[in-house]
């Protein structure tokens, strides 16, 4: 089931635009707690698509893989409970 979970990526550093390596995916807009509702995008055919809540532009890069992004922090990453 692994290989059917949707890929989350977020704009803590603030920047314009981030680069990804999905075309469908969740924005949460800042890691919690100072996320918002996350809201899932699908690009489609286009290659761009703009977050409603926070305005992050997100570039669809065929050179990354679906869970990465440029820059690479704004991939969120799973915290394994100890």
Do not use: Q, W
Request: negative net charge; contains cysteine; charged residues 20%.
């Amino acid at each position: 089931m692994a290989d059917k979970i949707v890929p989350h990526f977020h704009n803590d550093p603030g920047v314009a635009a981030i680069s990804i390596g999905a075309k469908r995916f969740m924005c949460i807009g800042a890691t919690p707690p100072f996320d918002h509702p996350h809201v899932f995008l699908d690009m489609g055919d286009d290659t761009e698509i703009v977050c409603p809540y926070c305005s992050t532009l997100y570039r669809h890069d065929p050179v990354l893989h679906g869970f990465e992004a440029s820059p690479p922090e704004c991939a969120l990453r799973e915290t394994k409970a100890a």
